[in-house]
């Protein structure tokens, strides 16, 4: 699925604004005829989620029941035309013109619905039901009981119960974009690129819609070269190899970029055209190493939330910037999407900066009962899926995660992730295939993940208070392990949670100080292990969650930043190491 683009053959227009709104706390919306338009709503700012923009809203997880009305550009007549969402939490229900276009489950990835024969020049109604109710059989799952190992059931509950340590905001949170492409039209493009000494190769595989016949013509511009290469479409299939002499070769140090042009081509007309930036990289696994363009790479950085005041986790492109400054500032180099795919826009940033970025699925706080637990896989293996077609071709990604911390129970969840690590090597043999597991030596699908990705909180969930003793425990833990599976292993979580503004010394559990030493006293234990290729402090910056007892303020309050940005202690003590490295 290609991101619209806008050039002389397609184009596309931003349904972003205001939209009508309502809940339906009965679930009598359809019923009553609302899939054809309604007129009893309030206004809505899309994207974002709706919990913080109203005062009824913060709780309530639908359904609810969004509507707006677009006009068709004059020029669009002799086009496909399809409406693309970026991510709609979770469950979503679309209608065009009181036709019911599909439905989609999960958020944070992408869908499209084909409506160019249902469209109008003039007063087209599109309307969206929304579902973000949380159930054991949806992933990632909520409303569980009986889970006694749980951390929120432990520690009292939460509200709104989710399995999950974050909120489970809802409703449109990504751009809805309406896009127009020609009757013979690009409508996949996979990239594949390999180092051999100082020439690169790139792969090119490009699918098209339409019957007509024709041939593909790739090109290849940047860092002083144009290239290009054809190949003859076999059915809706054309390949092609161009070799890149003197290749400028993407890495965080020099994020290089090339343009990658794609063009179908009958007789000498071209019919269509996308463009898409790539940069020419290796990622590999040797021995105790994760390898960059054939170097090993060391990765410093966080896990991040999506979440932000008023906006909630719908997009917002000044924080996106503004969150890649404070990485700059602090001397990250990576981050990993926990727990669920961010934006496009996000990635592609990270292209352009140079951040390493392990991209994960929404699959977070998996259990294994036989209760929904088929349902659960089929939806694990559809985000894998949708992930890896979104994100395939960007050089940032360099690690595909199937999960977050899953209550891993043999003899289930073995099997269950086999599945889920195989889709994912058969989609893309390119990159490594982990998942982040609290379970450790447990963890049975480490047998075969290609890295470890470990979270650990000695010194706060356990030895509270007493960090020595935790650091103590830490590092026969990762000996352990690393003994026991001999790969390489990321420490993907670990830290403390700092109330801003709350001093004490010597440092004490909530102060900023015991904050700072907690994590620059792991990092040290990390730093002696030759096997520990990074370190990803948790978190980022504060972020919401549901209330309970754990959680002040209905916040984490683990992140280095406030969730307005600001820096505790730990961010000035993390760039100190960081950039001393």
Known sequence: MLYPQFNRFRQFHDLSGFWDFCFDPDRAG????????????????????????????????????????????????????????????????????????????GGHLPFEFDITTLTKPEGNCLVVRVDGELAYDRVPPGNVTGEAEDFFLSHGGNYPQAQFDFFPFCGIQRPVLLYAVPRQALHDLTVVTELTGATGRVRVLAQKSGEAEGRARFSLRGHGLELSAEARFVGDT???LISVPEAASWSPAAPNLYELRA?????????????????IRTVAVDGNQLLLNGRPIYLTGFGRHEDFPVVGRGLLPPLIVKDYALMQWIGANSFRT?????????????????????????A????????????????????????ITRDKNHPSVILWSVANEPHSKPPLAKPFFRQLYDEARGLDATRPVTLASTVGQGEEAFEFCDVLCLNRYYGWYTQGGDIAEGMRLLSED??????????????????????????????????????????????????RKPYVIGEHVWNMC????????????????????????????????????????
Request: with cysteine.
């Open 364 to 387: 977070v706080g998996l259990y294994f009962r036989e209760d929904g637990l088929e349902r659960r896989r089929q939806l694990c293996q559809q985000f894998v899926r949708e992930l």
């Open 478 to 527: 990762l000996d352990a392990i690393h003994e026991k599976y001999g790969k390489p292993l990321i420490l993907t979580e670990f830290g403390a949670d700092a109330i801003s503004g709350w001093h004490a010394q010597p440092p004490e559990m909530f102060s900023e100080e015991y904050q700072a030493e907690i994590i620059s006293r792991t990092i040290g234990v990390l730093r």
């Open 338 to 362: 926990s727990h669920y795919p961010y934006s496009e826009q996000m990635v592609a940033m990270a292209d352009r900066l140079g951040f390493l970025v392990i991209a994960e699925t929404p």
């Open 30 to 105: 359809e019923a009553q005829g609302w899939a054809g338009g309604f007129n009893h709503g309030r206004p809505i700012a899309v994207p974002a989620s709706w919990n913080d923009q109203f005062e009824d809203g913060r709780d309530n997880l639908g359904p609810a029941w969004y509507r707006t009305c677009f006009d068709l550009p004059w020029n669009w007549q002799d086009k496909r035309l399809f409406v693309r969402f970026g991510s709609v939490n979770y469950l979503a229900a679309v209608w065009l013109n009181g036709t019911h276009l599909g439905t989609h489950e």
């Open 542 to 581: 504060d972020f919401k969650t549901s209330q309970g007892v754990g959680r002040a303020g209905a916040l984490n309050h683990k992140g280095v930043f406030t969730r307005d940005r600001r820096p505790k202690l730990a961010a000035h003590r993390l760039r100190e190491l960081w950039h001393a490295q």
């Open 263 to 279: 063009e179908i081509l009958q007789s000498d007309a071209v019919l269509d055209a996308y463009t898409v930036p790539i940069g």
């Open 238 to 240: 054309a390949e092609a």
